[in-house]
């Protein structure tokens, strides 16, 4: 039953599934994120901020990244990562395109 409602919550809402992954499972994001330090002058940001900026706009993207993450990324990998990424900029596209598409409607 567990696994039937990820895959739906994973189809529908990538963001809503990747908030359920984070809270059942926060090493998992953590561990693929942990490398990732950004420093600007003598700030360094936590590294939760970067799963926060995927959360918010690259969602598919992101989860494909911890997805495929904790074994390494090989070549499969980086093919289910532009999948997540081709989704994301559809999702963005097709938004732009259906509103532009009412605009002209009117």
């Known amino acids: 039953m567990g696994c039937c409602l990820g895959v739906l919550l994973l189809g529908g809402a990538p ?3 990747l908030l359920l992954w984070w809270f059942m499972d ?7 994120f942990r490398g ?3 420093t ?11 799963p926060t900026a995927g959360l918010l706009l690259l969602p598919w993207t992101t989860l494909a990244y911890i997805f495929v993450s904790p074994g ?5 990998g980086w093919a289910i990562i ?12 097709g938004s732009g ?3 532009h598409r009412r605009r002209s409607e009117r």
């Open 40 to 50: 600007a002058g003598g700030f360094t940001a936590p590294h939760w901020i970067w």
């Open 36 to 38: 990732w330090s950004t």
């Open 82 to 93: 532009v999948i997540g990424l081709l989704l994301d900029l559809s999702a963005h596209g």
């Open 72 to 76: 390494g990324i090989t070549t499969f």
């Open 26 to 32: 926060p090493a998992r994001i953590g561990g693929a």
């Open 15 to 17: 963001r809503l599934a």
């Open 97 to 99: 395109r259906e509103y």
